[in-house]
């Protein structure tokens, strides 16, 4: 497993602007997918996005999808999560969360961060 340490939560007005960190404490990093997931208040954690070992494929949950970017650096060992247009909606505790497969579900994943609070103010 992988330690992982969030970073950049907080609270924001509608239509603005976030980017949480992710970094891990591993040189495994690089060859880990990393995704985001969410868990919103009474509500079940649930994917945001993916991003592959090498940065080249992502794949984004339609709620976000033209409004939140990942991006990594494996030289860093740490990947972001932009996060633009921010709806009240979008308000819940974020997680990052690394594996060794490219998947959208949490079974595909064995480390997790603490999780961060984002919240968004209408």
């Known amino acids: 497993q992988v330690h992982l340490v969030e970073s950049g939560g907080g609270l924001v007005q509608a239509g603005g602007s976030l980017r949480l960190s992710c970094a891990a404490s591993?040189?495994?990093?690089?060859?880990?997918?990393m995704g985001w997931f969410r868990q919103r208040p009474g509500k079940e954690r649930e994917f945001v996005v993916v991003?592959?070992?090498?940065?080249?494929?992502?794949v984004f949950a339609d709620s976000v999808k033209g409004r939140f970017t990942i991006s990594r650096d494996n030289a860093k060992n740490t990947v972001y999560l932009q996060m633009n247009s921010l709806k009240p909606e979008d308000t819940a505790v974020y997680y990052c969360?690394?594996?060794?497969?490219?998947?959208?579900?949490?079974?595909?994943?064995?480390?997790w961060s603490q999780g961060t609070q984002v919240t968004v103010s209408s």
């Open positions: 991003i592959r070992r090498s940065g080249g494929s992502t």
């Open positions: 969360a690394a594996g060794p497969t490219y998947g959208t579900s949490e079974r595909d994943y064995d480390s």
């Open positions: 591993e040189r495994t990093f690089s060859s880990l997918a």
